[in-house]
């Protein structure tokens, strides 16, 4: 079983199309794991039907029994966050500001206060319409704790996949650098960066690369909309040969992209042409080098 994993130092890159459309050609022979949890939209093109949900408790926060609490206001004086306001003469709560530290719980004299598991949000295993397996979830407004939910998501899938007897797990992760990103990346056997030919893009293709680095694993990179600035392009390809990256494939701009987007499609579905070759081409170099 080898473990895929599709990131991006920025957002709009093309790094969920690519991971959908790769998906699409891996079929049943991968389960694929959306670790995007904070802004999961891989849903939109792999159709999935939900066949298993469960919340995902991560962190705790503070809750007033308002039948014990003599509003004394100790525990409003003593919180750092502002994380308990009065409303309608009562002591609350508010979610948002608390950071669960439980000291309200420890200065209350009436034991009015309890730290309860804090739902963050649900985990999905759901069927595609191409009939592989996708394990996804979505993050709570306004929670914390993505990296936790990614790995909740990354070893469901990977228990799935020993369970199934799959070649490939599939990983769409976050962009940036941040916790999820880390999460996802935890146990990869390879790592595809997609980038684009901008400033920001190469900037961020070279600070994700340094956590990827870190971590030791192996690398290539696909470079999307490669023609709409070939000196950055070139300056893309030479930080590549530098750092000992494969070179999987350069995609021209296209607006069957979003075509493709707009239709509920992954590109390989949509276009017929060079565009949908160069994907499976592409796929086909990514299960070579997997592999090595």
């Not at 990869?188 to 684009?196: D, K, P, S, W």
Request: charged share 25%; hydrophobic share 35%.
């Amino acid at each position: 079983m080898k473990e895929i994993v599709i990131i991006s130092g920025k957002g709009g890159t093309g790094k969920t199309s690519y991971t959908a459309s790769i998906s699409v050609l891996a079929g049943k022979d991968a389960i694929v794991a959306d670790c995007d949890v904070d802004a999961a939209d891989m849903h939109l093109l792999m159709k999935p039907v939900v066949e298993k949900s469960e919340n995902f408790y991560s962190g705790v926060v503070a809750e007033i029994d308002p039948d014990k609490c003599t509003n004394c206001g100790i525990c409003t004086e003593k919180c750092r966050f502002n994380a308990i306001p009065v409303i309608n003469d009562q002591h609350i709560i508010s979610s948002l500001n608390c950071e669960g530290c439980g000291y309200c719980e420890k200065v209350c004299p009436v034991e009015a206060i309890q730290m309860n598991e804090m739902n963050v949000g649900d985990w999905y295993i759901s069927n595609t319409k191409v009939d592989n397996t996708m394990v996804h979830a979505r993050l709570g407004i306004g929670a914390e704790n993505s990296g936790k939910l990614v790995a909740k998501v990354k070893n469901e899938a990977k228990q799935l996949a020993e369970e199934t007897n799959k070649h490939y797990i599939i990983v769409d992760g976050s962009p940036g650098i941040g916790c999820p990103v880390v999460s996802s990346l935890s146990g990869a056997n390879y790592v595809v960066l997609v980038t684009e030919p901008s400033v920001s893009g190469l900037h961020d293709l070279k600070r994700v690369y340094e956590l990827v680095d870190k971590f030791n694993l192996k690398a290539g990179c696909i470079i999307n909309k490669s023609d709409i600035n070939p000196e950055v392009t070139n300056e893309i390809l030479d930080f590549l040969k530098k750092e000992s990256i494969e070179h999987i494939v350069s995609l021209p701009y296209n607006e069957n992209f979003t075509k493709a987007m707009t239709n509920g499609q992954t590109i390989v579905e949509y276009d017929q042409g060079e565009l949908r070759d160069a994907i499976v081409q592409s796929w086909e170099k990514v299960k070579e080098l997997v592999e090595e």
